[in-house]
Every structure is written in C-alpha cells, then in structure tokens.
C-alpha cells in the first residue's frame, strides 16, 4: 500500500484524485495540504506542508506556483518523493526543482497521460521512418476556450519528442500567414484550437506523398491525468534521488 499526501487536496484535480484514490486498494491518501479546508475529506488537512506531521510514501502536488516552493523544501527536508503536477513554475523554481532532486526522487512531466506518454515513444519511431521518407509533420491540438497558453505544453513535448529522434533538426512554426513561400522540409507545424470544454485533444500528422499517417489522442476528462498521477506515485515510492518522468513509469 502506497501512502500519500495530496498537495492542494480541496482543488478539482485534488478532489478528483482523492476520489479515483479511494476506489483503489493499492494507494491510501493519509493526509492533504491545502489553504482552504470544509471538512469534506476523510483525512487531516493541513494549511502547510510544514505543519504536517503525517508520514508517507510519495506526495502528489496538484496545486499552484506560489506553493511550490514550500512543497520543495519539506520534501528535501524529509526525503520525501514528489510527483511534481503544477505548472507555470519560474525558472528559479524549476532549478529549485533539478537541485532537490539530488536529496529526493523527483517526477515532472509535461503531461500526466499514460496515453500521450505512450504516444511520446511511439512518435520517436514513427519519425525515424517516416521523416527521411520525405513525410511533412504537423501537430493540431484543440483545448477549451479558458486555456490561456499556445500551443499547448503536451503540444510541445510531442514536437520535441519528435524532433529529437531527428537531430534537433526542424524548426518549429507557429503562424505562416506572414508568409509567401512552400513549405520548408525541416520544420514542425503547431496549430491551436480553443473552444468549448475540450479537455484535451492532439493530433500527429505524417503526410507524405499519396498516403497520411495520424496519431491521436484524446482525453475525455481530466480524470486522465489523476490516475496517471497515482501511477505515477506508486512508481516513485521508494525510488532514490533523481529526475524521474512518464517515460520511466511506463517503461
């Protein structure tokens, strides 16, 4: 049994986490962290990770930037593991991160997926073949009309994924209506789609000559990235210091 400590427990991600959490026999959340508590979990909540005085496993932070920081030292401190969610961290907070690491194991990943972080290793082959067989590369993705950054972070790890299998060789093109010219081999288009309540939907598109390879992914509730989350937790107990990500949980 995995024990662990929710980090922004009383946010939506926290909520739901605990709920996927409860209907699991292999994970037991035994205490969160948040600002706010109403009394509706059935663990002690604590306004600190330094007030909390519960052992644990692993702890899974789902909460914001402004936090992250004490996140960090309690878990340095204590040696705790850290499955590392919230983004928009500064650049000092991310070399925070790196320099933790080397008293405690670590995981960040741009998306906690286990399908897109399949898809990350799929797409690695899938360039290696495709690419010098003369196939251009374009990326769509499409998230609801709040999300405020473009294109996406999993939009970008996918590109990246892509290209290092390549060298690092493509450029990456966001907007060609400036534009008058054939589309260059070496580049990587990323297009953005905001509407609705898409959750979250990406788009691999290999064209080549008289033929269309596209991967796709789509995720149909956030619920995804909890259980990611809590697999990702249960890897990450017990594991020694170091940068951990997706990849190593999934194998």
Not at 100 to 124: D, E, F, Y
Not at 128 to 154: C, M, Q, R, W, Y
Not at 189 to 217: C, K, N, Y
């Amino acid at each position: 049994m995995t024990k662990v400590i929710m980090h922004g427990c009383n946010g939506k991600m926290g909520q739901m986490i605990t709920g996927l959490a409860a209907a699991d026999e292999e994970i037991e959340i035994v205490a969160g962290v948040d600002a706010y508590d109403d009394g509706r979990n059935a663990y002690p909540v604590f306004k600190s990770m330094e007030l909390c005085n519960v052992e644990a496993d692993a702890v899974i932070d789902f909460s914001t930037a402004q936090a992250v920081d004490g996140l960090l030292d309690y878990c340095a401190e204590k040696g705790l593991p850290c499955v590392l969610c919230t983004t928009g961290l500064s650049e000092a907070q991310l070399g925070k991160v790196k320099e933790v690491s080397a008293r405690t194991a670590i995981l960040k990943s741009a998306n906690m997926s286990l399908g897109i972080n399949m898809l990350l290793k799929l797409l690695k082959e899938a360039a290696g073949i495709l690419a010098p067989a003369g196939f251009d590369i374009e990326i769509v993705e499409k998230h609801h009309n709040l999300k405020v950054d473009a294109p996406s972070g999993t939009a970008l790890a996918l590109a990246d994924s892509i290209n290092e299998e390549l060298d690092n060789a493509y450029e990456y093109v966001y907007d060609r209506s400036g534009r008058r010219q054939k589309r260059p081999k070496k580049e990587i288009g990323l297009s953005a789609v905001r509407g609705g309540t898409i959750v979250g939907d990406h788009d691999v598109i290999f064209a080549g000559p008289d033929e269309v390879v596209t991967f796709s992914h789509t995720a149909y509730s956030k619920a995804v990235f909890g259980k990611g989350a809590i697999q990702a937790a249960k890897f990450l107990a017990g594991k020694p210091a170091g940068m951990y990500d997706m990849s190593d949980v999934i194998g």
